[in-house]
């Protein structure tokens, strides 16, 4: 009985370590880099994990890209918002490199800030 218990801890801890953890209350799928007529963009879907609407999403993004990391901040205001336990595709404009022909899946992305519709928001750790 307690080998399975045992092993089912040892499940649950493996599990926790795959994809990209996420400090604040939101899930993020993969995020890719398209461009774009008003230059870089990334898109990514978004599940929100609050108990509130959220109304604006910021992130950082690392590409690997000709043998070198490239890390990107990118922002988004959602013209309708992003209801608590739901989820859609979001397009986020890059901040730093608005001119980079960047394509791809980012290696790491993650959320560093979240804006709710009543004005209230959050930061992730300042160590992201």
Known sequence: M????AAAAACLCL????GTPQGLP????????????????????????STKPIARLDLVA????????????ATASLNAELDPGDA???????????NASLRGQAIHCYATHVGYLD??????????
């Not at 859609?88 to 608005?98: G, K």
């Not at 004005?119 to 992201?128: H, K, V």
């Open 119 to 128: 004005g209230t928001s959050d930061d992730a750790p300042p160590d992201r």
């Open 26 to 49: 939101v899930s993020l799928s993969v995020c890719s880099a398209i461009p774009s007529s008003h230059g870089l963009e990334i898109v990514t879907r978004v599940g929100n994990r």
């Open 62 to 73: 690392a590409f690997y890209q000709n043998f070198r990391y490239e890390r990107y901040h």
């Open 15 to 18: 599990a926790a370590c795959f």
């Open 2 to 5: 307690t080998r399975r218990a």
């Open 88 to 98: 859609r595709d979001v397009t986020l404009a890059v901040l730093d490199a608005p």
